[in-house]
């Protein structure tokens, strides 16, 4: 029984990894490319909303991180002409500090406290961003630097000027993301994780050290938004500090919750991309839909698939087993 | 002189605005035990109803207000009855999704009806007065002074009456309270009727003066969110303090600081939530 | 050999006294009883034995080391483990991973190895499952492995959360109310178990309880707790007819 479960999963998963490999093969449009690109990242960032609620947090701030991350790798590269590759890695340190320094204050809080912090802090930061000169204000940052050409041996000299090559940067970091934080909730950490919001004064007195667990999962969850963040900064070309808006950090949660919090990266990643896709045809309707169809969609998922998609084949079984 | 006058009484009407939606988020937290994260955008409903009503339909500006505190009012027992009482029992994560969510369908449905740029209904009551010697616009004292009535109603009805006394009850203690007979479905839906006209009214307050578009129910709510938070949730007399407190502190540090100041304010309720020992809302909520 | 010294301490709060100049020496392998009315500051006590709480004042030494001021998973890691009122399950886990859970503290693992699935992490891993599969078949409750901790019933939840403070491989328990809600079979069963656990583990028990046979029959010693003050302690037949303890309990024991 475990055995044949094990191998549908992981033909389920090759699958998976390689329709995603092959999506920009199959649908070569650069607009269409560029809209996997954002579902790729907000697939990256309701993973990360997914592993802190495992916690017991609910983050209404997650954009900050993606702002922070942003920022970050932007200035590296513009004052001192760091390459954007490393700015990936900078911008996802940067996010993990600061991540590190709030979360050892705040995560001594809980329930709706947290989320009440975590929305402040996300306007804090935006703030912080769209007021200061040294950030570029209000006008955010323009004409940052694009990923510097690699040259692969066999593959030849690749320019990162069009969305195909940049979605396989995406591709790797979501990659590198989705299983991290896969092995991360399937684990001793995860089962540590879970634990806390369940009953965190048994969990110490079995010696476990609250704190730490809940730093080391907001850290993580927030060091790849850093990454994703700094990726869209020099994948777009340019930053402003509006785009990172309380309500893009409620589309996180809301884009998570459908996906379905079973699984940190499944539904992440189901999430991210099936609500990207539906907003960006959306888009071309009319801008206006957008509002109205997240919070509907959150509206209705509430009342009939709290545990999102991925539980629908659960609830289908249950209907089915009831006629 | 006329300076400080003037910097006191747009304080007063910062502070207005600020305690009649404390007010009302007091109430919803207290009954319903929800944080109603769509009470900003019911401010903002109600601010678009005026100005639906006063400046597209000409109708008087006293009876738009009136027509829009039962738009709002309405709108918010709606919510209440279709959303809210449902998700009452489950786990507060859901209720919390759904507010949201309802704040954005709300925001959604707003810029589509009133497309474009941010709107205003200009003043209603034009001209200006001299009080010791300064200038003082005649309509911003009259706001002042309809929200203080306003509260000093509110805190009468609930301090004097049948239904402000089972509202306090219900707050304090519900499973005791329906013991004791009172209705709760009922209570929560006059609660909710009553902070959605609150809200409509500090919204209708709002637009003969500043510019409104359908986006800003997010910082306003939470502004009334540090209020109750400094004031302490349930209490009538601390939002009134609180409110003072805050509006004149941001109206002094928009004009001195400028922009940074609004930082302050988030800074200051994280703080709160931070220090407070069991949490400012007493009742704390886990997600699970 | 005192496994644990607590030496006076006393603890205010709101301006009630809790507790007030509070002795007990426990010795290494005995199962000692903490008995009192309601409200006697009993499980305040075991709060800050365990380090859920800081006493006002006092000190409280484990094995010679003073605990007090640590954190509750520094304190389990030092070997003293307590159990909770009501079960002290994870309500949404099944009984098996209740178990796997309560073995944190058994050989751990650090966070890369975790992380990367080091053979040793694997072996681990498979030790802590047949480990903690062993435990629920000496506790019968194999049938049940995979249920959630609430739906089974009240008195196996409890040798749960018994079974799980003994997971932690703790030398010391602080039993807070073991039998509190059980039927006097379960309760029995309970109570044989914890004289297992001393004798054949070689562990210290502490237990608070107001089932009085029980704690007449399991433990070796009994300390009453008065007002947050200790008004007698000895063996449990000096206790039954002292006359103050008498006195604090007329009316309200259990016998």
Redesign the interface.
């Known amino acids: 029984m475990n055995f044949t479960k094990g191998t549908s999963k992981g033909i389920v998963l090759i699958v998976l990894i390689l329709v995603l490999m092959l999506l920009p093969v199959i649908f070569p449009n650069p607009a269409r490319i560029g809209m996997f690109i954002s579902c790729g990242v907000a697939s990256i960032l309701a993973m990360g909303w997914l592993m802190i609620l495992r916690i017991g947090c609910l983050s209404l701030g997650q954009v900050a991180f993606l702002a922070i991350g942003g920022y970050t790798s932007a200035l590296l590269a513009q004052k001192l002409g760091v390459s954007p590759w490393i700015g990936l890695l900078g911008g996802g340190v940067a996010s993990g500090l600061v991540a590190f320094g709030i979360g050892v204050v705040f995560l001594k809080v809980r329930g709706l406290s947290l989320s009440i912090i975590t929305f402040a802090f996300a306007e804090v930061v935006r703030l912080v961003f769209s007021t200061l000169g040294f950030f570029g204000g209000h006008g955010g940052i323009l004409e940052i630097p694009k990923f510097n050409p690699l040259t692969l041996p066999g593959w030849g000299t690749i320019q990162f000027d069009s969305p195909f090559s940049n979605y396989y940067i995406l591709l790797m970091i979501l990659f590198l993301c989705g299983i991290f934080m896969w092995r991360m909730d399937h684990s001793a950490l995860g089962r540590t994780f879970k634990s806390l919001p369940q009953n965190e004064d048994l969990a110490e007195s079995l010696g476990v050290y609250p704190l730490r667990y809940k730093v080391i999962n907001f850290v993580t969850a927030c060091f790849f938004a850093g990454v994703a963040g700094a990726f869209t900064a020099h994948y777009y070309g340019c930053l402003y500090p509006g785009s990172y808006s309380v309500h893009q950090s409620i589309i996180v949660q809301i884009q998570a919750t459908v996906g379905g919090a079973s699984s940190v990266a499944l539904g992440g990643l189901l999430g991210g991309f099936l609500m990207v896709m539906v907003e960006s045809w959306l888009l071309n309707v009319d801008a206006r839909w957008v509002f109205i169809f997240y919070g509907s969609v959150i509206i209705v998922v509430t009342f009939f698939l709290p545990d999102g998609l991925l539980s629908l084949p659960q609830k289908m079984k249950k209907v089915l087993n009831k006629t | 002189m006329t300076e400080l006058m003037q910097t006191i009484l747009n304080s007063l009407v910062l502070s207005a605005n600020y305690i009649l939606l404390a007010l009302g988020l007091s109430l919803i937290f207290g009954i319903l035990r929800v944080?109603n994260f769509a009470h900003g955008t019911f401010y903002i409903c109600g601010a678009y109803a005026v100005y639906a009503l006063a400046k597209m339909a000409g109708i008087n500006y006293f009876l738009a207000t009136l027509m829009a505190m039962g738009v709002v009012g309405g709108l918010g027992i709606l919510i209440e009855a279709v959303?809210l009482f449902?998700?009452a029992e489950?786990?507060?994560?859901?209720?919390?999704?759904?507010i949201?969510?309802?704040?954005?369908?709300?925001?959604?449905?707003l810029?589509?009806i009133f497309?474009g740029e941010d709107v205003t209904i200009g003043s209603y009551f034009k001209g200006t007065v001299s009080l010791m010697g300064a200038t003082l616009s005649v309509e911003r004292i009259m706001v002042v002074i309809l929200c203080g009535i306003i509260v000093l109603g509110l805190y009468l009805w609930i301090r004097k009456t049948r239904q402000g006394i089972a509202i306090r009850a219900l707050a304090e203690n519900p499973k005791v309270a329906s013991l004791q007979g009172i209705n709760t479905r009922s209570i929560r839906f006059l609660v909710m009727g009553i902070a959605s006209c609150l809200a409509a009214v500090a919204g209708a307050i709002v637009t003969p003066l500043f510019y409104i578009n359908p986006?800003m129910g997010?910082?306003i709510v939470?502004k009334a969110?540090l209020i109750v938070a400094v004031g302490g949730m349930g209490s009538i007399e601390g939002s009134i303090l609180a409110g003072l407190l805050i509006g004149f502190m941001e109206s002094i540090g928009v004009t001195y600081l400028?922009?940074?100041a609004?930082?302050a304010s988030?800074?200051v309720?994280?703080a709160i939530?931070?220090f407070?020992p069991r949490?400012?809302?007493g009742v704390?909520?886990?997600?699970? | 050999m005192p496994i644990l010294e607590i030496k006076a301490i006393s603890h205010n709060f709101k301006g009630l006294t809790a507790l007030s100049q509070i002795d007990i020496t426990v010795q290494e392998g005995e199962i000692l009883g903490i008995i009192g009315p309601n409200g006697a500051g009993k499980t305040t006590l075991f709060n800050i034995i365990s380090g859920f709480l800081r006493p006002t004042y006092g000190k409280i030494l484990f094995r010679g080391k003073n605990i007090v001021g640590l954190r509750p998973d520094v304190i389990a890691r030092q070997g003293l483990v307590r159990s909770f009122q009501g079960a002290g399950l994870f309500p949404k886990a099944s009984c098996l991973e209740n178990l796997i859970m309560a073995h944190h503290l058994y050989k751990e693992i650090g966070f890369w190895k975790t992380l990367l699935h080091t053979k040793s992490y694997a072996a681990r891993e498979l030790e802590v499952k047949d480990k903690s599969l062993q435990i629920l078949e000496t506790l019968h409750l194999t049938g049940v492995k995979d249920a959630g901790a609430h739906d089974i019933p009240y008195g196996h939840q409890k040798m749960l959360g018994i079974a799980m403070a003994l997971a932690t491989d703790a030398q010391m328990l602080l039993l807070d109310e073991p039998v509190a809600g059980m039927n006097p079979p379960e309760a029995q069963a309970m109570a044989e178990e914890i004289r297992r656990i001393r004798r054949g583990l070689g562990k210290t028990v502490v237990l608070v309880e107001h089932n009085m046979k029980m704690v007449m029959g399991v433990c070796d010693r009994v300390v009453v707790i008065q007002y947050g003050q200790k008004i007698a302690q000895g063996k449990p037949e000096e206790i039954k007819n002292d006359p103050r303890v008498i006195k604090a309990y007329l009316g309200t024991a259990e016998r």
């Open positions: 944080l959303i449902p998700l489950k786990v507060k994560v859901a209720s919390l999704g759904a949201l969510g309802v704040s954005m369908v709300l925001e959604g449905m810029s589509f497309e986006f997010g910082s939470f969110l400028g922009p940074i609004e930082v988030f800074i309720v994280i939530f931070l407070r949490g400012l809302l704390e909520y886990e997600f699970h």
